[in-house]
C-alpha cells in the first residue's frame, strides 16, 4: 500500500509565503511524476504544478513565478514553495504521484492522491 502524507499548509496574508511538504511511502518500486492540484470551493481540482523524475517541471500561468516545485527523487518527497501568496490561491492543495509498484508480482503504473492541506490566503 502507498501512502502520501502532506504537510505545510495554514492561513496567510496577501503577499506571504508558505511550503508545502509531501512524502510518499510504502511499497513503491520507482516514484515518476509526482505535482500538487488544488480545489476551489466549488471548483473542480486543478493542476498547480508538476515535476518529472528528471526534474522538468510545468505551472500553471496564474502560479509561474511565484510557484515553485521541487523534489528529493531519495525520498520519494516534493515540495511546493509558494511566495506572493494572493486571496485566489486559496484552496485545499493535494499531492499527487505517479508511482510503479509490484501488486502479485505484477508491475503496474498507478496513480495516488494525498488528503489535502488547506491553504487560505487573506486580504
Known amino acids: 500500500q502507498v501512502q502520501l502524507v502532506e504537510s505545510g499548509g495554514g492561513l496567510v496574508q496577501a503577499g506571504g509565503s508558505l511550503r508545502l511538504f509531501c512524502a510518499a511511502s510504502g511499497s513503491i518500486f520507482r516514484v515518476n511524476a509526482m505535482g500538487w492540484y488544488r480545489q476551489a470551493p466549488g471548483k473542480e481540482r486543478d493542476m498547480v504544478a508538476t515535476?518529472?523524475?528528471?526534474?522538468?517541471?510545468n505551472y500553471v500561468d496564474s502560479v509561474k513565478g511565484r510557484f515553485t516545485i521541487s523534489r528529493d527523487n531519495a525520498k520519494n518527497t516534493v515540495y511546493l514553495q509558494m511566495n506572493s501568496l494572493k486571496p485566489e490561491d486559496t484552496a485545499v492543495y493535494y499531492c499527487?504521484?505517479?508511482?510503479?509498484?509490484?501488486?502479485?508480482?505484477?508491475?503496474?503504473?498507478?496513480?495516488?492522491w494525498g488528503q489535502g492541506t488547506q491553504v487560505t490566503v487573506s486580504s
Open positions: 499527487n504521484a505517479n508511482a510503479t509498484v509490484v501488486e502479485a508480482a505484477v508491475i503496474m503504473l498507478r496513480s495516488y
Open positions: 515535476i518529472t523524475s528528471g526534474g522538468s517541471t
